[in-house]
């Protein structure tokens, strides 16, 4: 073999060798294990409760039950595996309608309670899953904490829904704060498993600002949770500043992955190519 050849030969090995070590760029499909539990989720879920109370929400307004599904399909169809919705949201019979186009094993479903007593909890546990159209719920979260002594005050929930993890009706336990006392309170808590808390750069529908939280969240991720970010582009009053709020969550190195309420195709589109840009830059 010519010596020109060979190390020409050398170098096309070198640099692939170099192409596969490389890391590669964050992707809105990646996989993560979330918590303790390790239960599987993608970097990004697909927020079904923009501007959600009273059981709807703009997605379940503007989509339907047809229309919501044929977007979580979309989500489905780009790799993105976690689906985020919620009692106030009104959207379980919109995922039950998705669950039935995509295998229910390889979705991740969070879902929040309002329940404040174990009946309710009891009958929540009961009517989520008829509703969700699923045996058993993959992330099921305390909705909206405010008290910085709500586990104190929902213990006999919080009992309810550790009972239907051991019996396998729930997959991983945790809350959603909005409150900085209430995220301190879940970061020191062991019934917590996982944490929904918002972040963004602006302080935009945060519990404080990000110097006050941020530090919660190590701690929380110190202690072995999980934590999904939300509010990540502030309730949409931070769409112009999109990939900086997508950067900062991605390299904060506390936050696992984030929910985005995503209320059509090219919002999904958009959102999926814009984290492939900032992961490729970051």
């Known amino acids: 073999m010519q010596r020109r ?6 170098i096309h090995t070198a640099g692939a060798a170099l192409l596969r070590a490389a890391p590669a760029a964050a992707q809105a499909s990646d996989p993560v294990l979330l918590g303790p539990m390790k239960v599987p989720v993608t970097r990004l879920a697909v927020g079904t409760g923009t501007n ?8 379940t307004r503007k989509l339907g039950l047809g229309g919501l599904a044929d977007l979580l399909q979309a989500a489905w169809d780009r790799g993105i595996r976690f689906w985020d919705s919620a009692d106030q949201y009104g ?13 229910r ?19 929540d546990l009961d009517r989520f899953r008829r509703e969700l159209g699923t045996d058993y719920i993959d992330i099921l979260l305390l909705h909206c904490m405010i008290a910085g002594d709500w586990p104190e005050r929902m213990k006999p929930v919080m009992y309810v829904i550790a009972e239907a993890r051991e019996r396998g009706i729930v997959r991983t336990q945790g809350v959603s704060c909005h409150s900085l006392a209430a995220l301190s309170a879940a970061a020191a808590n062991p019934w917590v498993q996982v944490i929904l808390a918002r972040i963004n ?5 945060m519990d404080g600002p990000p110097d006050a939280v941020v530090p919660v969240l ?10 999904i970010g ?10 112009s500043r999109a990939d900086e709020c997508l950067r900062y969550a991605m390299t904060l190195g506390c936050v696992d992955c984030f929910t985005i309420g995503i209320e059509s195709r090219q919002e999904l589109d958009d959102l999926v190519s814009r984290i492939a840009r900032v992961g490729a830059l970051s």
């Open 52 to 59: 959600g109370v009273g059981g709807s929400s703009n997605q």
């Open 218 to 227: 190590k701690k929380a991720k110190a202690a072995g949770k999980g934590v």
């Open 230 to 239: 939300m509010k990540i582009l502030g309730v949409g009053r931070l769409r």
């Open 91 to 103: 959207t379980h019979p919109h995922l039950r309608h998705g669950l039935r186009r995509v295998p």
């Open 201 to 205: 750069p602006a302080r935009v529908a």
């Open 5 to 10: 050849t060979f190390l020409q030969m050398g």
């Open 105 to 123: 094993e390889k979705v991740t479903i969070l879902t929040k309670t309002r329940a404040s007593t174990a009946a309710e909890m009891r009958a």
